[in-house]
């Protein structure tokens, strides 16, 4: 009884330890397996972020990135691609400034130019400099705002505000006199009209009094051009260039012919991407023309994006003597810019009027 009791637990012993050292192969094997799962696993996972630290691959990621959410968030106002922080970017102040014109083209020109892998653009006005509160918060507060971009890239900052605002040039100056500054001009008489509609665009649309652009434009006592009405005032373009050309020499500016922006983007672009010597990117395939809307719309990952409704408000009609009188006032004005620039523009009154 005993020893059979003894031999029957010594064979189970045998069993035990049998058992254990077939267990302990097992989760060597086990183990080694799962090392090299692990392994496996570990190099694929750093190995892109290995990768990443190249700029190449990062770059094309993170433009990739904040062209999908730039899709997301349709326009005007998204802080979120700002927000989202890539390896070896920072926050940089801006390289170039669309500084004006209100009206101009300037948001179309931003969204367009954003396009581009080496442009980042704040598409926040941001009125810093115009803008007193905003201004005594000083420069890095400034650069807190814009967007993450890789150093080679170049940060791009718009506010029309910035070009018929006196204290401005001193200003942008004393951050970066080699600052690239980008102005999108229009036909002055066109940019009045548009100014006037956008003031009074909710009055319009409700049919509700409002006053007529004729009357704001001429003064009725005298007949003459209300020099000082701000539509007007804003589409005098030397007087504003003047205060500029007094703290930046005229080879920091590019003038955007915002009337063929509209018909022709790519050809604006070529000129802007030259500029601000950067490859030429941006082409025929980044645009569809929309005959609806009748303007040319963004394709991005082939999806068709177009800036907001109120960018092609229609204009009212003008009476064709107040027309006239505008077209008048305004071309000694206009060769005064065009001498003062170096370049022209046809801004004569188009025959379908
Ligand atoms: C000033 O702007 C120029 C042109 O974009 C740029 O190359 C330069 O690095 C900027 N300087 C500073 C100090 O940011
Ligand atoms: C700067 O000032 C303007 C006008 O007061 C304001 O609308 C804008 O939000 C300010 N910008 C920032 C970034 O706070
Ligand atoms: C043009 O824009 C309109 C309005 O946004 C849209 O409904 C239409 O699908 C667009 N046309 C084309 C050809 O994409
Ligand atoms: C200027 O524009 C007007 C109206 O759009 C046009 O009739 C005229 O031919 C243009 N002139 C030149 C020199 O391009």
């Known amino acids: 009884m005993t020893a059979g009791f003894a031999s029957c637990s010594r064979a189970e012993h045998t069993v035990v330890t ?15 397996s799962f090392l090299t799962v692990v392994l496996i696993l570990l190099f694929h996972c750093v190995q892109p972020s290995l990768l990443q630290q190249t700029a190449w691959c990062c770059h094309a990621d993170m433009v990739a990135y904040t062209r999908s959410l730039s899709t997301a968030t349709d326009d005007t106002h998204n802080g979120k691609a700002s927000r989202i922080r890539y390896k070896h ?9 669309i500084i004006g014109v209100r ?7 931003l969204e367009f130019l954003n396009m581009h892998p080496m442009i980042q653009a704040h598409r926040k006005e941001m009125h810093y400099f115009d803008n007193m509160d905003n201004y005594s918060n000083g420069l890095d507060w400034y650069r807190k705002r814009m967007p993450y971009s890789f150093s080679d890239q170049i940060t791009v900052e718009k506010t029309p505000a910035y070009f018929t605002s006196e204290l401005v040039p001193e200003r942008v100056c004393r951050m970066n006199c080699s600052i690239k500054l980008v102005v999108v001009l229009r036909n002055p008489v066109e940019r009045a009209i548009s100014d006037y509609t956008q003031i009074h665009s909710n009055k319009l649309v409700r049919g509700r009094p409002h006053d007529l652009f004729e009357d704001l434009v001429i003064d009725s006592s005298t007949g003459e051009v209300r020099q000082t009405y701000n539509a007007i005032r804003r589409s005098l373009y030397h007087r504003h260039m003047e205060h500029w050309l007094r703290w930046f020499p005229l080879e920091r500016f590019h003038f955007v012919d915002g009337d063929n922006l509209i018909r022709d983007p790519v050809a604006e672009l ?27 719309c963004m394709l991005e990952d082939g999806r068709e994006r ?17 027309l006239h009188k505008l077209y008048t006032f305004f071309q000694p004005h206009n060769d005064k810019l065009f001498q003062m620039i170096k370049q022209t523009f046809n801004w004569s009154l188009a025959e379908n009027n």
């Open 18 to 32: 049998h058992v254990s050292s077939l267990t302990r192969l097992k989760v060597v094997t086990l183990l080694a």
């Open 89 to 97: 970017t920072q926050r940089h102040l801006p390289g170039c400034l």
């Open 103 to 109: 009206k101009g083209g300037t948001r179309a020109l």
């Open 270 to 296: 070529r000129r802007v991407e030259t500029f601000l010597h950067i490859e030429h990117k941006l082409t025929h395939s980044d645009f569809r023309f929309n005959e609806t809307k009748g303007f040319y």
């Open 306 to 322: 177009c800036l907001a409704h109120s960018k092609g408000r229609a204009h009212p009609k003008v009476d064709m003597p107040v």
